[in-house]
C-alpha cells in the first residue's frame, strides 16, 4: 500500500492510499470525509462541491463536501454539524483510520476505517463513541456522494407463491413515483441521473444485498448485509437513495442499535469497484 498527501484543487488537502486499481483520498481539514475514489486511474467517481455553492449547505457552515460521510438516523439537525475541523488520520496495517473529534452536537466521536481487501474491495467500517450521558436508540448511517450522470441498478428479492408482502418501500414528501429518472420493475429498481429540477428519495427495506451505481466507465458497488427480523429506521428500511440535480447519493443503515452511554457501536458496509 502506497500513501502520500495531495492538495486537491477543490477537495483541499487528502490523504491518500492506493493499493492494486484503487485510489482513496481522505479530507484532512474536514470531516470526516472520503473524498476521493478511483479506480484504475478514473475521475473521482464521488460528488464534489464547488466552493461557491450555496445549495447543499446550511446557514451554519455545514457544506455536503462530496464522497463518503457517517450521519446517524433517524435524520436531525445532529447530522448538519459544521465538521470543518481537521480530523486525524493513522496508517493501518492494511488501509486507514479516521477520527473525528468530539461532535458536540451529536454528542459522540466518530471514525471511520478504510480496509483494502483483495480483489478490489473495500470495507468502510463505521465506529461511534456515545459521549452522552443516556443510551441512545440510533442506526449508524453511510451516505455515499456519487458524483451525477450515472446510473443506480437496485435488486429486488423475487418470490412464488407469497401471500404476505415481500418489501418494505417508503418515500419522502418530494418524491414522486412517476419520476422520469425512475424505472420500477419487478427484481429491479433502475434510476437514470440527469438535472430535472427534482429530488427524489426512496427507501427500501430488503434489497438482494447490494446497490451498483455506473459512471465514468466503473461499477461502483456498495454491499451491505442485512439482518432479517431486525428493526430499522425510517419506516424499516436498511438502503436508501437521493437524488438531486447534482449528485446521486448511496446510502446504507445499520438495524438500530441501543448505546450506551460511553459505549460504541460499529457498522460496516463494503465497497467492490470493476471496470464497466
Not at 478490489?120 to 463513541?129: A, F, P, S, W, Y
Request: hydrophobic share 35%; proline share 4%; net charge negative.
Amino acid at each position: 500500500m502506497r500513501t502520500y498527501e495531495w492538495e486537491h484543487d477543490l477537495l483541499g488537502r487528502l490523504f491518500c492510499a492506493e493499493e492494486g486499481d484503487i485510489t482513496v483520498g481522505v479530507a484532512l481539514d474536514y470531516g470526516i470525509r472520503i473524498s476521493y475514489l478511483s479506480c484504475n486511474g478514473s475521475e473521482n467517481l464521488f460528488f464534489e462541491q464547488p466552493s461557491d455553492m450555496t445549495e447543499l449547505a446550511t446557514p451554519d457552515g455545514w457544506r455536503v463536501r462530496g464522497g463518503h460521510r457517517l450521519w446517524l438516523a433517524p435524520e436531525g439537525k445532529h447530522d448538519y454539524y459544521p465538521d470543518n475541523d481537521a480530523v486525524s488520520v493513522e496508517v493501518t496495517e492494511d488501509g486507514l483510520l479516521v477520527k473525528q473529534g468530539n461532535d458536540p452536537w451529536l454528542q459522540g466521536e466518530k471514525e471511520i476505517e478504510i480496509r483494502f481487501l483483495p480483489e478490489n474491495t473495500l470495507e468502510i467500517v463505521h465506529r461511534v463513541k456515545n459521549t452522552a450521558s443516556e443510551t441512545r436508540r440510533v442506526a449508524l448511517w453511510g451516505v455515499t456522494s456519487m458524483a451525477p450522470g450515472g446510473t443506480e441498478y437496485i435488486p429486488m428479492a423475487v418470490r412464488d407463491g407469497g401471500s404476505d408482502p415481500n418489501h418494505v418501500f417508503t418515500t419522502w414528501d418530494y418524491t414522486s413515483l412517476g419520476d422520469e429518472r425512475a424505472t420500477y420493475a419487478r427484481d429491479l429498481i433502475t434510476l437514470d441521473h440527469y438535472p430535472t429540477g427534482q429530488k427524489y428519495k426512496i427507501g427500501v427495506g430488503h434489497p438482494m444485498g447490494s446497490v451498483r451505481y455506473v459512471n465514468r466507465g466503473i461499477v461502483f458497488e456498495k454491499l451491505l448485509d442485512v439482518k432479517t427480523g431486525a428493526a430499522y429506521t425510517d419506516g424499516g428500511v436498511s438502503f436508501e437513495t437521493f437524488l438531486c440535480d447534482y449528485m446521486v447519493e448511496v446510502e446504507t443503515l445499520s438495524p438500530l442499535m441501543d448505546i450506551g452511554a460511553g459505549e460504541s457501536a460499529t457498522y460496516s458496509e463494503f465497497w467492490k469497484l470493476s471496470k464497466e
